[in-house]
């Protein structure tokens, strides 16, 4: 059976009865007003706005199956946030609807030293975990650039620079408390280390974009800070030169804990827009984590794979404000290529292979862009093969939005052709729909849109995500 149609609702058409259970439930935490919906219907990308009708700001476990238990009896969709820093219109009210804001549930409830894990709220952001393990010896590693929330970040399967050595939030999700569209309260996993118990529903909920459930409440693992840390740069004559160096280095076993990669290109942004002083060339962003002896003999390897694929200008940075001035200007690329060309947008792309395929699949899509002549930074986690191309374009072209789009296009069939994915760490979105099928196969796409079918019936949680218009959902 068919499942039903997802309404489209503008706020005039709101049902007048569950905009005053809303406002009677939550006062002045449930907002209409024209700014606060606008900021709450987009993120970071290049995408238009697309506000939703109604915010409601949520402090608590009992207030979202409150707020979701209404809309389901209205069908009125509703549109999870945390901190507004994805990508791919994640957060984009494409059927109207209301957006549930969980940014105020920021409490951390336990932290358990012996076992290194910690229980959060949702808003939890990043940074505001690692201030608050500060003394306990521990930290928590998934750093995406943006202080973005944890429930974000679960939702999204966030990775980032530490992913080569801590993996991605996939990895380091042990539970969660969800609710699903009718106000079922969902929960996922333990605390135990490894389960083979069912279903690994916790696992299926990250990633899932808050297509299928609101996260309330999440345990993640936490990690050791290290004894020793220490950070490079160095300089390589190519892209490819790089790359081989990283291969090398991993195929030795030797345990980076970040690797990143920057182009030639996105250096002269960074020295503009962080006051950098880097060469303009290719070069990779190292750090190794571990004892002092370890860290000491690991530079040493690395310093010698580097010179032999011609690297030069080996730098390491060991005080900590060094290290923090570098990884706060890679943090900063994406700002910085927006700097290069004021006024422009951006189409950002977020290709992944078999680091054995990158350097390859990276000159490929630089050389696409040359025949386009388009402007993009390339930079991306060389240690787990995910890179970046941030495609500079003026909004007011629509030529060159035309060929962007195509250049994405293409690089993403490159990536799948090559065993990889259209997307490493932004997520599927509105913006990568087309890709699923090429990418998993039809039988793939109908498992999830069976499972979506299963949980959200009435196709009310962020309705419009991940699947095309016109995949059957039932």
């Known amino acids: ?26 006062g002045d935490r449930f907002n209409c007003s024209a700014s606060v919906r606008e900021h709450h219907g987009s993120d970071i990308s290049a995408l238009d706005p697309m506000p939703p009708q109604a915010v409601a700001f949520v402090h608590s476990l009992a207030e979202i199956v409150s707020v979701q238990t209404l809309c389901h009896d209205h069908r009125v969709p509703i549109i999870p946030y945390g901190s507004g820093s994805s990508l791919e219109g994640w957060l984009h009210a494409v059927h109207g609807g209301i957006c549930i804001d969980v940014s105020g549930m ?3 409830i336990e932290v358990r030293v012996d076992d290194m894990d910690v229980t959060v709220q949702p808003g939890v952001t990043r940074k505001q ?10 930290f928590f590693p ?6 973005a929330s944890l429930g974000g970040m679960a939702a999204t399967r966030a990775s980032g620079t530490n992913a080569v050595r801590y993996g991605t939030m996939r990895e380091n ?7 699903l569209a009718d106000g079922r309260v969902l929960q996922t996993g333990g605390r135990a280390r490894k389960s083979s118990a069912g279903y690994d529903l916790a696992h299926l909920l990250v990633g899932s974009g808050g297509t299928l459930a609101t996260i309330a409440e999440l345990t993640v693992k936490l990690h050791p800070i290290p004894e020793a840390i220490s950070a490079a740069v160095c300089n390589f004559p190519s892209v490819d030169h790089a790359v081989r160096t990283v291969i090398q280095a991993i195929q030795l076993g030797i345990p980076m804990a970040r690797v990143e990669l920057i182009d030639a290109l996105t250096i002269r942004a960074l020295n503009a827009y962080s006051k950098t002083s880097l060469q303009e060339v290719p070069c990779l962003f190292f750090e190794l984590h571990g004892s002092e002896s370890s860290v000491k003999e690991q530079v040493e390897t690395l310093r010698m794979l580097a010179d032999d694929q011609g690297g030069q200008d080996f730098e390491w940075a060991i005080h900590p404000e060094d290290r923090t001035r570098l990884w706060q200007a890679r943090h900063d690329a994406y700002f910085a290529a927006l700097a290069l060309r004021p006024g422009c947008r951006s189409v950002t792309t977020d290709a992944v292979v078999p680091i054995s395929r990158l350097a390859e699949c990276i000159e490929a899509t630089a050389a696409d862009l040359r025949e386009q002549d388009l402007l993009a930074p390339i930079f991306g986690h060389v240690g787990d093969g995910n890179f970046h191309a941030v495609i500079l374009i003026d ?3 629509p030529d060159q939005i035309e060929r962007a789009a195509a250049v994405a296009h293409r690089l993403a069939d490159r990536a799948i052709a090559m065993n990889g994915s ?19 196969g039809q039988h793939g796409v109908d498992a999830m849109a069976a499972i979506k079918a299963a949980l959200d019936p009435q196709q009310l949680m962020n309705p419009g995500k991940i699947f095309c218009r016109g995949t059957p959902l039932a």
């Open 1 to 26: 059976m068919q499942s039903p149609a997802i309404q489209t609702f503008d706020f005039q058409t709101l049902p007048a009865t569950l905009l005053d259970e809303l406002t009677e439930l939550l």
């Open 173 to 179: 999700v042990l539970a969660m408390t969800a609710v």
């Open 422 to 440: 259209c997307t490493g760490e932004h997520g599927v979105g509105l913006t990568k729909q087309s890709f699923l099928l090429a990418e998993f």
């Open 142 to 147: 998934i750093d995406p650039g943006a202080d």
């Open 106 to 108: 920021n409490q951390i």
């Open 395 to 397: 909004p007011d072209d």
């Open 129 to 138: 975990l690692n201030a608050a393990l500060h003394g306990t010896g521990l």
